[in-house]
């Protein structure tokens, strides 16, 4: 019965600095079928209703990683959220909580990507290989140590669910943390000693308070808590290891 | 709360507040109930180096501690603290797996919830032990 249609309030978390100096929220009511999602809500209203609500999206499957923010307080894909699952309503929808808010539900991603390109998010090889000498050989188990954190597509939805992130936005956080493992932790890497510079500084995961919720609202099941917390014990053994072996030691 | 960087154009980037933050999701709830835990174990400490302090003035002083141990509050604060105790525990062994590699044991990957009943496991054992070793002191 996906034909039929019923409708739904929606209420949007608008801001447009030109035009206000706090966000306000604005109510519409939105016709819906059952294979609709909350970005089609979204889509329908600034199609039929309200060409200025602004907000990002792609893909609308998912992959792209641009439509978070929150639906009824929870960090989510919009894509992947479903207008059925969230009567009778009011849907509350708002830009993706502890970014600044650009415009309507657009954030701010500046700093983030800031952060990204700083854990040098690239393979950074332990020795350079010809083409002669052919590909950079991987054992099933080796991958298992890195593979879910390379499922990753910075949808910063952990952000939004990260409090300590929120309180300061200097937190590297746990997406990042968690694409930052994903390098160190693949066994073709050799970039391990640049990166830990980024673990051990107070930015880095000690300014992680284990709270987890991240890997609860990943839509991708990356875990990020699990990269940031296993890496406070890889930050421990880096700081009292060097008494033991320091470098250049061999 | 000036949010309004200086600029030319419209564009004004609008930080919300924290305040109140953790009343915003039952899981920040949770999760600061868990950080209050810590407090028990702080509380517990002080106890415990309250009764050495007393052992260092005397036997009279050792033995007023000892009673002041039985008093119908010390009792009550005692339960308190071992419900406490129990959630801070549990909580940490949820945690536990989470701050391991990711361990592969025959091909397969270990499941969180194993190792989390392994730390359960070494902690009734260990508990096992020194209550025996306490007991067997005693008599």
Known sequence: MAETTRSIEIEVLRYRPEQEDAPVWQRYTVPFTDDMSVLQGLQQIKDDQDGSLSFRWSCRMAICGSCGMMVDGKPKLSCQTFLRDLLPGPVRIEA?????????????????VD?????KPYLIPKEPRTLAQGEYLQTPAQLQQYEQFSS??????CYAACPQYGLDDKFVGPGVLALLHRYNADSRDGGREQRMEV???????????????????????????????QNKVNSAKDYFLRFVAPKGGG | MNHKPVGTGPRGPYIRPMTGWWKRDPFFVRYMARELTAFAVLAYAV????????????????????MA???????????VLLVSFAVHAKSWFEIMPKTMPILVVGG??????????????????????????AWWGQS
């Open chain 2, 108 to 133: 397969q990957r270990v499941a969180e919830a194993t190792i989390t009943r392994v730390g359960w496991a070494a902690t009734l054992l260990a508990s096992a032990a020194l209550f025996a070793l």
């Open chain 2, 69 to 79: 141990l039985r008093s119908p509050w010390s009792l009550l604060l005692h339960i």
């Open chain 2, 47 to 66: 106890v415990l180096l309250v009764g050495v302090v007393r052992l260092s003035q005397g036997e009279a002083a050792w033995n007023g501690w000892l």
């Open chain 1, 199 to 229: 673990v051990n500084a107070n930015e880095g995961v000690w300014s992680c308070t284990a709270v987890g919720y991240c890997s609860v609202v990943c839509p991708k099941h990356v875990d990020p808590a699990h990269a940031v917390n």
């Open chain 1, 96 to 112: 993706l909580a502890h970014f600044p808010i650009e415009r309507d539900l657009i954030v701010s991603v500046d700093k983030f």
């Open chain 1, 152 to 157: 990753c597509i910075n949808c910063m939805l």
């Open chain 1, 115 to 119: 952060k990204l390109e700083a854990i």
